[in-house]
């Protein structure tokens, strides 16, 4: 492997120079680019891969490796891919940026070079260029990159959201989307109030419950038959929600930091839909045990993403039901929720409570 990766570096040196300009200027045409290029590059190093048998696929949770597919990782704030001549990447979601010293990192997407510190795109596959070495750094709280060559990861001690989407997922609490890309947890979006009040509803361990109501929804903003009209029906019969007004639930508009942290209170017994006032929810919340200072703090600080959402719902579930000595997990795994094992085997997150 270790004579194998000159050979494709030094491959791709000349074939580069011969179509070069100067920093100043896209190095080459996007069509070269898209196509001549990036053809060679990877028709050789598939050869000389293949005949090795060399080719793996290492999802770079810690390390890294080599591949010669795109290959998909969920990364977190300040984790940094290194990367060399070669290699590729694209931002699926989230931001970040590349940083080098020397040699060009190239947008193929729009045919420029990309300066050092300047920030990622959004789907533009980035391609390091001739005698360069590239870091890629995540800049957002979480981001789904896919990168091609070879890459050495070196994580950050930021919160893993990603780790706590993945346990609560492992128990039954999170499901994602339908996003064909990072698990299709959707991270980086900004929450609904109808997936808020999903999310509601399974930490009060009734989502078989919700699923099976038959009623009518009064709400006319929601599809009737669908299994949100379910949620929002059964919710608004248990007097959970209110919705927002006595004819629309809105499940479209986004929720924010204090009107889903009040839901996490209703679910642990210290508030109810007769409160309306929201504007304490997260000194309530600090009372309650949920929230440290440091994470209130955050949270009227920074957009609330799914990404907090799932960092308030893992957090809750270590914390007592009001008037019991129960936490809300011991709570679930009583009424059949997950179980011990499910929860002794959900992927580990380190506790950086802020």
Same mark, same amino acid.
């Given at each position: 492997m270790l004579v194998l990766l000159p050979l494709c570096m030094l491959f791709a040196a000349v074939v580069w120079a011969a179509a070069a300009g100067d920093?100043?200027?896209?190095?080459?045409?996007?069509?070269?680019?898209?196509? %001549?290029? +990036?053809?060679?590059?990877?028709? !050789?190093? =598939?050869?000389?891969?293949?005949? *090795?048998?060399?080719?793996s696929q290492d999802s770079g949770a810690g390390s890294g490796g080599y591949t010669a597919v795109w290959t998909e990782t969920r990364m977190k704030q300040d984790d940094l891919m290194q990367t060399v001549t070669g290699d590729s990447v694209l931002l699926l979601a989230g931001?970040?940026?590349?940083?080098?010293?020397?040699?060009?990192?190239?947008?193929?997407?729009?045919?420029?070079?990309?300066?050092?510190?300047e920030n990622l795109e959004v789907r533009h596959r980035y391609l390091v260029a001739e005698?360069?070495?590239?870091?890629?750094?995540?800049?957002?709280?979480?981001?789904?990159?896919?990168?091609?060559? %070879?890459? +050495?990861?070196?994580?950050?001690? !930021?919160? =893993?959201?990603?780790?706590?989407? *993945?346990?609560?997922?492992?128990?039954?609490?999170?499901?994602?989307?339908?996003?064909?890309?990072?698990?299709?947890?959707?991270?980086?979006?900004?929450?609904?109030?109808?997936?808020?009040l999903i999310m509601f509803i399974r930490?009060?361990?009734?989502?078989?419950?919700?699923?099976?109501?038959?009623?009518?929804?009064?709400?006319?903003?929601?599809?009737?038959?669908?299994?949100?009209a379910k949620y929002v029906g059964y919710a608004y019969e248990k007097g959970y929600t209110n919705g927002y007004s006595a004819t629309e639930f809105r499940p479209s508009s986004p929720v924010n930091a204090r009107q889903y942290t009040e839901f996490i209170l209703r679910a642990?017994?210290?508030?109810?839909?007769?409160?309306?006032?929201?504007?304490?929810?997260?000194?309530?919340?600090?009372?309650?045990?949920?929230?440290?200072?440091?994470?209130?703090?955050m949270l009227q600080r920074d957009p609330f993403l799914r990404a907090e959402l799932v960092y308030i719902s893992y957090y809750a579930l270590e914390v007592p039901v009001s008037g019991t000595s129960w936490t809300l997990e011991q709570q679930l795994m009583d009424k059949g929720v997950f179980t011990q094992f499910e929860r002794d085997n959900a992927p580990g997150v380190l506790n950086w409570r802020l």
């Open positions: 920093a100043a200027d896209p190095l080459a045409s996007l069509s070269y680019l898209n196509e %001549t290029f +990036t053809r060679k590059i990877d028709a !050789a190093v =598939d050869s000389r891969l293949d005949s *090795a048998g060399a080719i931001r970040g940026q590349v940083v080098y010293s020397s040699g060009a990192v190239v947008d193929v997407t729009s045919g420029t070079v990309i300066s050092s510190g005698d360069t070495a590239a870091d890629f750094v995540i800049t957002s709280k979480t981001a789904v990159v896919d990168w091609q060559g %070879t890459c +050495t990861f070196r994580l950050s001690t !930021a919160p =893993d959201y990603n780790a706590m989407a *993945a346990a609560l997922k492992s128990m039954h609490l999170f499901q994602g989307s339908l996003t064909g890309y990072g698990q299709g947890f959707d991270l980086e979006a900004a929450p609904t109030r109808l997936q808020a930490l009060l361990g009734e989502e078989k419950e919700a699923l099976d109501w038959n009623g009518t929804c009064p709400f006319h903003d929601v599809q009737p038959g669908t299994n949100g642990l017994g210290y508030s109810s839909a007769a409160n309306t006032d929201l504007s304490n929810a997260l000194s309530r919340a600090q009372s309650a045990g949920l929230l440290t200072e440091g994470e209130s703090a």
